[in-house]
């Protein structure tokens, strides 16, 4: 079983950027979606972005244009660029990876999918004060 580890989380105003990082580990296999989803207290879970392959990305309406997710494979590890951050971005921030096989008919643009039936980590807390 491998393990995913995020980092990067933290404070910051509105307006500021952040970037967290997952590092990918003890996988024995390279299928080809990965991303990241939120929860906040209260909230439903939410997928923000994927990337199928290193190459094809999805966002949420709620984060595009803001949020970049990108994946250095020579470093084995997964980044989530975040700017112009709102207070509703506040949330637990998971790094996830699909399953063996792939996710449900391999659909790496349903967000959903993410928290649902991929492999997470231990996640970072993102906190954004207006």
Avoid at 52 to 65: F, L, P
Avoid at 85 to 107: I, Q, S
Wanted: charged fraction near 20%; hydrophobic fraction near 25%.
């Amino acid at each position: 079983q491998g393990q995913l580890a995020e980092s990067g989380g933290g404070s910051v105003q509105a307006g500021g950027s952040l970037r967290l990082s997952c590092t990918i580990s003890g996988f024995a296999y390279r299928n080809g979606c990965m991303g990241w989803f939120r929860q906040a207290p209260g909230k439903e879970r939410e997928g923000v972005a994927s990337i199928y392959d290193d190459v094809t990305t999805t966002y949420a309406n709620s984060v595009k244009g803001r949020f970049t997710i990108s994946k250095d494979s020579t470093k084995n590890t997964l980044y989530l660029q975040m700017t112009n951050l709102k207070p509703e971005d506040t949330a637990m921030y998971y790094c996830a990876k699909d399953p063996p096989g792939g996710f449900p008919h391999n659909r790496c643009d349903r967000l959903d999918y993410l928290g649902e039936y991929g492999f997470s980590g231990q996640g970072t807390q993102v906190t954004v004060s207006s």
